[in-house]
């Protein structure tokens, strides 16, 4: 597939159907993430209704978070209707298709509500267990990050997509980290890993969700380590990562689409060292 062909929007509604090119379901992503954006911004920086979701902490959820989940379903429901969707609000549909849609309407209801941009809407595509596409949109600051087939790239606001590509930083002590928050690493294995990591590079920040997956992407910081995340936080930001020639795997080293404890980082070699740097701590 060419550049053009991979950062290109498709003009034509295509007919509800299980079988696309990659092609179609790229351009499907972007128009679930133009309809997902739509229904949000309405909500931001307002006075939302904010409910807690959790009986022991908190995790919220808020009016855009539905809206913006429901409209993607139901366009999916119509455009791919064999396809199962996974929405981190309204659950699991399951379907005929070995393709399946991974959604969070807003991953970082928090900042959401506090009113700070550093959220997305992430809209992730696996076929079996193998992530196709995804796309981390930011529609307030107008960015969107999408995988293509071969490359990832962004798109700023009324800007042309260019390709974006990860730095080079083999080693973790010249390596800038970022996490959500701190409070998040439960006390053992995952505390540990959290001091030792933060002792071993040379700056740490916290704040910005799957935000932060894309700035690794564009070669802006060199890795992001989380705990405890769903694979709607994840699946849309694992090709992301990747086709941008970063590494997003469990912190075991396996797969990270089932989301638990995650890292991804911009240069293989300093995968290889955080790793190791895991499994000791």
Request: hydrophobic content about 35%.
């Amino acid at each position: 597939m060419s550049q053009a062909s991979e950062t290109s929007r498709g003009k034509s509604k295509p007919k509800p159907r299980d079988e696309a090119s990659y092609s179609d379901l790229l351009s499907l992503a972007h128009d679930l993430a133009d309809l997902s954006e739509t229904a949000i911004l309405k909500y931001f920086r307002k006075q939302v209704v904010v409910e807690n979701k959790s009986r022991s902490g908190f995790d919220p959820v808020t009016q855009a978070d539905k809206a913006a989940e429901r409209v993607i379903a139901k366009t999916l429901k119509f455009r791919f209707p064999g396809h199962s969707v996974t929405g981190e609000e309204f659950g699991h549909v399951n379907g005929s298709s070995p393709y399946r849609w991974v959604i969070d309407p807003i991953d970082g209801t928090r900042a959401f509500i506090m009113g700070s941009p550093l959220w997305g809407t992430l809209i992730g595509l696996l076929e079996g267990d193998k992530p196709v596409l995804g796309i981390m949109n930011q529609p307030f600051t107008g960015e969107r990050y999408w995988a293509g087939e071969k490359a990832s790239y962004v798109r700023l606001r009324n800007g042309k997509p260019q390709r974006i590509k990860t730095r080079s930083c083999p080693r973790l002590a010249d390596a800038t980290i970022t996490t959500t928050h701190p409070d998040l690493f439960e006390p053992g294995h995952q505390q540990n890993v959290h001091e030792a990591l933060g002792r071993s590079v040379r700056m740490t920040r916290y704040g910005g969700d799957c935000y932060h997956f894309a700035l690794l992407a564009s070669g802006l910081i060199d890795a992001v380590f989380e705990a405890g995340v769903k694979s709607y936080d994840v699946v849309a930001l694992i090709p992301i990562v990747e086709r941008a020639g970063g590494c997003m795997t469990a912190w075991d080293g396996g797969t990270a689409i089932n989301g638990g404890n995650v890292i991804a980082t911009g240069d293989p070699r300093l995968h290889e060292a955080a790793l190791k740097l895991i499994a000791k701590a």
